[in-house]
């Protein structure tokens, strides 16, 4: 029983991490799961925040505390984090690394405690996995197997989320959004993911409005993963695919003999969606002749199939997303304004990439060369400054997704590790925007007789003036984080 518990969460962890949730509940549900596999009475993952070396976690159990953050080096987890050795602890009062501090916070009173690294396969420590108290006795070596087993999925899973560091050798990861599978820090994204958690809590019908390529999809994978229907399916709808003649069966299903060709009987999407939420994308391209079919079931939660006489009750959440001016269609008789009106019982507008700022576009950008230098397993590769520009330059129509699109064309046709501009497949006029090169672009001549601090800051200074002040593309260019590139330009220690 015990095996097959063990057996069950580490094909659970897969899909716990492919989900985009929010950070904090992801960390809070995988400790929970970790805790009842091994009959601990509590379990965490602690993350290691790359900017400031703290260990970072959440407490599912203790809703009013907020997060946990560990000083580096301090406590058990902090020890492990540092050394990169699990450590099994029978009696913490017997041990001066135990970090009392958590205890008083939380109200819990830590007696045995085992905690591994979540290391990556090149040594690099990303966090650590810790159990408290196990009910039956103390942590065996069956349960220390586990538990790194557990965290080498962990530390495999983390490669294909948001959470890594700018650069694959920096221990810990970085913190760039709400959700782990979603990079926004900036005002307007900050806004949209407080509005989508919002909403998540609630049964309330939304509409995702926003550019094509802006992330509607995904933002709508963030309701239903942080939403009460997260254990039901999630059915999508891309409206902009059904023919009219099609579009009723696809919904609602159909009788065997509702039409030629009907030797069976087909469960529509609607129906598919039972227990979970139903997406539709693109609702503005839905044909008219079957948005009252719709309205129904968002009024009425009920509908017939195709050919049948028989009312079918159905529960199921409805999220739609569109690109178009619903209002406008609805003057235009385009688009019925009752099933326009239920639609916007919340309503969420999505910034476009260019509202973002480009220290988020620069974010995305190396998120997807990463991405897609591990896919099309390309060594590492590095956007030089004359093409981090060139993306800052375009106007980007296509949003995110075509960001995406042009990191992934660089890096399938880039013939080296260094991408310019001509590998992105921009608009010859985005490419040219780029600033010209400075007169001695290829050279850095400085002083002989500066200290080795002082010549870095000069470098740093220079590169950042090159990059026109630009400290995100500085970063990337220097291969460092922006945190670290201002800390670095700090005040010059006092000298002769």
């Known amino acids: 029983m015990e095996h097959e518990r063990k057996l069950s969460l580490l094909v659970e962890l897969g899909s716990m991490l492919a989900q985009t949730v929010e950070l904090d509940a992801l960390l809070g549900r995988i400790g929970a799961r970790v ?26 159990d203790v809703p009013g505390l907020g997060e946990i953050r560990v000083p580096p080096g301090r406590g058990v987890a902090g020890w492990v984090a540092a050394h990169g050795r699990a450590v099994n602890i029978r009696n913490v009062a017997d041990d001066h690394r135990h970090f009392r501090e958590v205890d008083r916070a939380t109200g819990f009173t830590t007696r045995s405690l085992l905690c591994v690294p979540i290391v990556e396969a090149r040594g690099t420590i990303r966090g650590v996995l810790q159990a408290l108290n196990k009910h039956d006795g103390p942590f065996d070596d069956d349960d220390e197997v586990f538990l790194q087993t557990i965290a080498q999925q962990v530390s495999l899973a983390l490669r294909l989320t948001t959470l890594r560091p700018a650069r694959d ?10 959700f782990n599978h979603i990079i926004g820090t900036s005002a307007a994204m900050r806004q949209v993911s407080e509005a989508i958690l919002r909403a998540a809590q609630t049964q309330a019908t939304v509409l995702l409005r ?3 390529g802006c992330g509607k999809g995904l933002f709508a994978q963030c309701l239903h993963a942080n939403g009460r229907r997260s254990a039901g399916p999630m059915v999508t709808v891309d409206c902009t695919t059904l023919p009219a003649a099609l579009a009723e069966s696809e919904l609602f299903g159909h009788e065997r003999g509702a039409f030629t060709g009907a030797d069976r009987r087909v469960i529509g999407k609607v129906e598919r969606a039972h227990g979970g939420t139903l997406f539709l994308d693109e609702i503005g391209d839905l044909p008219l002749a079957v948005q009252a079919k719709l309205l129904r079931v968002l009024q009425e939660r009920c509908f017939e199939r195709l050919g049948g006489r ?11 997303a569109t690109h178009r001016d619903l209002a406008a269609m609805v003057t235009r008789g385009e688009f019925r304004q009752d099933l326009y009106f239920r639609l916007k019982v919340i309503e969420i507008a999505l910034p476009s990439l260019r509202a973002r700022g480009p220290d988020e576009l620069v974010a995305l950008a190396e998120h997807f060369l990463r991405v897609y230098t591990l896919r ?4 590492p590769m590095q956007l030089s400054a004359a093409a981090l520009a060139a993306l800052c330059a375009h106007p980007w129509p296509g949003n995110v997704r075509e960001l995406e699109h042009a990191i992934e064309r660089a890096v399938v046709v880039c013939p080296d590790d260094l991408i ?8 010859i006029e985005s490419r040219g925007s780029a600033p010209a090169p400075h007169p001695s672009a290829d050279q850095f001549v400085a002083p002989v007789d500066l200290t080795l601090d002082a010549l870095e800051r000069r470098y740093i200074a220079e590169t950042l003036a090159r990059c026109q002040g630009n400290v995100s593309h500085a970063a990337a260019r220097l291969g460092i984080t922006r945190a670290t590139l201002r800390r670095k330009l700090g005040p010059p220690d006092a000298g002769p």
């Open 169 to 178: 050798e920096t221990p810990g990861v970085q913190l760039r959004g709400v």
């Open 376 to 379: 099309h397993t390309r060594g």
């Open 420 to 427: 310019g501009p001509e590998h992105l497949g921009l608009p």
């Open 35 to 60: 805790a009842a596999c091994l009959r601990a009475e509590r379990a965490s993952v602690f993350l290691v925040d790359s900017e400031s070396g703290d260990l970072r976690s959440r407490v599912a």
């Open 310 to 320: 028989e009312t079918h009750r159905v529960d199921l959440r409805v999220i739609a």
């Open 210 to 212: 926003g550019e094509t």
